[in-house]
C-alpha cells in the first residue's frame, strides 16, 4: 500500500496570506489527524477528522481549520498567516480512531512564512 | 490534561554502547504510552506502545520500553545501537481510547558516533 501522502511538501508564503495543505491518508484509513511541529513547541496536536467529522482539536486559534472528504483526504487551511505558522505541518492516517489505532505519518510539508 | 517530559534533549552514545531515553508523564487518568522515532526529512514512525498488559514492550528492531506506574516512566532502552539508530525520539501519551489526540515530548535526539 502506498504511504501517506503530503502535498506540498514545501511552501513559501508572506504574512496574511491563506494556505491550504493536502494529505491522503492510506487506502482504507478513515481518520486523519494534523500536527503542528516548531522547534520551540514541538509537536502539537491540530484537529483529528474521522469520516468526515471533526472529532477533536487541539489548542490553537480559529485561523487553523480542516476538512475532510468522503474519500477521506483532508485539508488543513490557515487564514491570515503570521510568522509563528511557519512550522513542518505533520498528517497521520489510522484505520479507525482511537489510541490502539496506530498512526501513519506522511513526510509532512513544510511551510515557511515570510 | 496529560503531558510528557522527556528528561534529555540530546544523548551521544558511541556504537555498540547501551542506551536509555528517558520519559515521564503526567496525567489523572490511565494512560496510553508511544514511543515514535523520526529521521531527517521524514515523518514519524511509532516505535513500540503500551495500551494494557504486559508492562515491557518490545520493538522489532531492538528498542524496549518498560512502562513504570508507580515512577510514571515510560523509558525506551537499547543495549547496543548502530549508526542506523541515529534520530530524534519522541515520546507521547494519548488518554484518549476513542479518538486521537496524542501529547508529544520536546524530543530526543540521539547520534551514535562510529
Known amino acids: 500500500k502506498a504511504g501517506v501522502t503530503q502535498t506540498p511538501r514545501y511552501l513559501i508564503k508572506t504574512r496574511g496570506q491563506q494556505v491550504t495543505l493536502s494529505c491522503s491518508p492510506i487506502?482504507?484509513?478513515?481518520?486523519v489527524s494534523w500536527y503542528q511541529q516548531t522547534p520551540g513547541q514541538g509537536l502539537q496536536f491540530l484537529f483529528e477528522?474521522?469520516?468526515?467529522?471533526?472529532?477533536n482539536k487541539g489548542n490553537f486559534p480559529g485561523r487553523f481549520s480542516g476538512r475532510q472528504f468522503s474519500n477521506s483526504r483532508s485539508e488543513m487551511n490557515v487564514s491570515t498567516l503570521e510568522l509563528g505558522d511557519s512550522a513542518l505541518y505533520l498528517c497521520?492516517?489510522?484505520?479507525?480512531?482511537?489510541?490502539?489505532?496506530?498512526?501513519?505519518f506522511g513526510p509532512g510539508t513544510r511551510l515557511t512564512v515570510t | 490534561a496529560q503531558s510528557v517530559t522527556q528528561l534529555d534533549s540530546q544523548v551521544p552514545v558511541f556504537e555498540e554502547a547501551p542506551v536509555e531515553l528517558r520519559c515521564n508523564y503526567s496525567?489523572?487518568?490511565?494512560?496510553?504510552l508511544f514511543w515514535y522515532v523520526q529521521y531527517p526529512n521524514q515523518g514519524l514512525q511509532l516505535l513500540l506502545k503500551?495500551?494494557?498488559?504486559?508492562?515491557l514492550v518490545e520493538s522489532i528492531n531492538g528498542f524496549e520500553a518498560e512502562f513504570n506506574k508507580s515512577q510514571t516512566s515510560f523509558h525506551l532502552r537499547k543495549p547496543s545501537v548502530h549508526i542506523s539508530d541515529t534520530a530524534e525520539y519522541f515520546c507521547?501519551?494519548?488518554?484518549?481510547?476513542?479518538?486521537?489526540?496524542?501529547?508529544f515530548g520536546a524530543g530526543t535526539r540521539l547520534t551514535v558516533k562510529p
Open positions: 503500551y495500551l494494557s498488559g504486559s508492562t
Open positions: 487506502s482504507g484509513h478513515r481518520s
Open positions: 496525567s489523572s487518568v490511565s494512560v496510553y
Open positions: 507521547a501519551v494519548s488518554v484518549f481510547y476513542n479518538n486521537n489526540d496524542m501529547r
Open positions: 477528522y474521522f469520516s468526515e467529522t471533526q472529532r
Open positions: 497521520a492516517s489510522s484505520p479507525g480512531t482511537g489510541a490502539h489505532y496506530e498512526q501513519y
